[in-house]
């Protein structure tokens, strides 16, 4: 069977950048709902055209859609190890996963909880800056984007947005956490510290779902 990880953790804690390490080093599939979402908006597509307002205000979309993107990947990958970065953001999208992904022959293998201060999150999100051609995530301080490379600040983390996702993280998806602690799901790491030291926490909470890329 296929391995499927789960990374949950507030916005900024650094899911991506270290879903996007992880799909170097390892033989796994970063998939993430949100640069699915902002691909959408960017197309303009009748999805795109109706997602584009409640991302901006930083709220989540409903659960029908994000299920919909994950389930898309499952069907089109079945053996791949497969990494969810930022879903399930709500109790009712982690049950809908429960029960659609034996379909695929899967089960949520482990979910990782990043743990990040809300001031750290905030010095994160307001230096973070994207990539728009390639999606590659950079911070003005600690990870500044080489020369000539062109990069924008996303909609969504402007301060005001910034504490509106906060408030819905603690509502919505830290109640996730719980739900895989009570299946002994859950591996919670801090996630403060230099990048190297939360990825070899991250590797030794995860190294037995993982295999090196050939
Ligand atoms: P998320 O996907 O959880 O929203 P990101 O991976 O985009 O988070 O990280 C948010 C910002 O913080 C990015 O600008 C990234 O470069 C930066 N970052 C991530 N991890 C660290 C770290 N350990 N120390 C300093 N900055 C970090
Ligand atoms: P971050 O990790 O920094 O919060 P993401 O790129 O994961 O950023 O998500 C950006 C936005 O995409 C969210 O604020 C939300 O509007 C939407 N989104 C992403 N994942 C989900 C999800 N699982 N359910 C609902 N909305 C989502």
Same mark, same amino acid.
């Given at each position: 069977?296929?391995?499927?990880?789960?990374?949950? =953790? $507030?916005? =900024?804690?650094?899911?991506?950048?270290?879903?996007?390490?992880?799909?170097?080093?390892?033989?796994?599939?970063?998939?993430?709902? =949100?640069?699915?979402?902002? &691909?959408?908006?960017?197309?303009?597509?009748?999805?795109?055209?109706?997602?584009?307002?409640?991302?901006?205000?930083?709220?989540?979309?409903?659960?029908?859609?994000?299920?919909?993107?994950?389930?898309?990947?499952?069907?089109? *990958?079945?053996?791949? *190890?497969?990494?969810?970065?930022?879903?399930?953001?709500?109790?009712?999208?982690?049950?809908?996963?429960?029960?659609?992904? $034996?379909?695929? *022959?899967?089960?949520?293998?482990?979910?990782?909880?990043?743990?990040?201060?809300?001031?750290?999150?905030?010095?994160?999100?307001?230096?973070?800056?994207?990539? $728009?051609?390639?999606?590659?995530?950079?911070?003005?301080?600690?990870?500044?984007?080489?020369?000539?490379?062109?990069?924008? &600040?996303?909609?969504?983390?402007?301060?005001?947005?910034?504490?509106?996702?906060?408030?819905?993280?603690?509502?919505?998806?830290?109640?996730?956490?719980?739900?895989?602690?009570? &299946?002994?799901?859950?591996?919670?790491?801090?996630?403060?510290?230099?990048?190297?030291?939360?990825?070899?926490?991250?590797?030794?909470?995860?190294?037995?779902?993982?295999?090196?890329?050939?």
């Amino acid at each position: 069977m296929a391995s499927t990880i789960v990374f949950i =953790g $507030p916005p =900024g804690c650094g899911k991506g950048t270290h879903a996007a390490k992880l799909s170097n080093d390892y033989d796994i599939l970063p998939v993430s709902v =949100g640069e699915y979402l902002r &691909q959408e908006v960017k197309a303009k597509t009748e999805l795109g055209v109706k997602i584009a307002y409640i991302m901006s205000r930083g709220e989540l979309v409903s659960d029908e859609i994000a299920v919909e993107v994950v389930k898309g990947v499952c069907y089109s *990958n079945r053996e791949k *190890n497969i990494l969810l970065d930022g879903f399930p953001r709500t109790v009712k999208q982690a049950v809908l996963l429960d029960e659609f992904l $034996p379909d695929y *022959n899967r089960q949520v293998d482990i979910a990782v909880y990043f743990k990040v201060s809300d001031k750290e999150v905030i010095r994160r999100i307001s230096g973070r800056r994207l990539d $728009p051609l390639t999606g590659k995530i950079y911070h003005i301080e600690f990870n500044p984007p080489p020369e000539g490379v062109h990069t924008i &600040q996303r909609d969504d983390d402007r301060i005001e947005v910034i504490k509106k996702r906060l408030e819905l993280f603690y509502n919505e998806t830290a109640p996730v956490a719980d739900y895989y602690k009570k &299946q002994k799901k859950i591996a919670e790491i801090d996630g403060e510290g230099a990048l190297d030291e939360v990825y070899s926490r991250l590797l030794s909470a995860i190294k037995q779902y993982i295999e090196k890329t050939a």
